[in-house]
Nanobody, 115 residues
Framework: QVQLVESGGGLVQAGGSLRLSCATS????????MGWYRQAPGKQREFVAT???????NYKDSVKGRFTISRDSAKNLLYLQMSSLKPEDTAVYYCSRFQGGATYWGQGTQVTVSS
């Protein structure tokens, strides 16, 4: 089993920054990809950013240039640096990890951006 725990969410004004962290524990195998997703009230969960094991990154168009996904492999941490935040970025942000043919999810962390 793999456990993912997100942290770093909170309330921030538009234009501000936050850094989300995702700590991985449990049966850690070589991963295929890790990523960040978000779900706003009344909406489906959506892709935000992914990072493959080869270092390839991919971003949702609306966050390109504002968000950066990265990881610290030694500490089994995944990050999402978010800058120039907008009210439409408000959502619960989830960390995911795809390894061994299974996808694991964290419990989410709330990000609220006030206008």
């Amino acid at each position: 089993q793999v456990q993912l725990v997100e942290s770093g969410g909170g309330l921030v004004q538009a234009g501000g920054s936050l850094r989300l962290s995702c700590a991985t524990s449990g049966t850690i195998l070589a991963f295929n990809a890790m990523g960040w997703y978000r779900q706003a009230p009344g909406k489906q969960r959506e892709f935000v950013a992914t990072l493959t094991s080869t270092g390839t990154t991919n971003y949702k168009d609306s966050v390109k240039g504002r968000f950066t996904i990265s990881r610290d492999s030694a500490k089994n941490l995944l990050y999402l640096q978010m800058s120039s935040l907008k009210p439409e970025d408000t959502a619960v942000y989830y960390c995911s990890r795809f390894q061994g043919g299974a996808t694991y999810w964290g419990q989410g962390t709330q990000v609220t951006v006030s206008s």
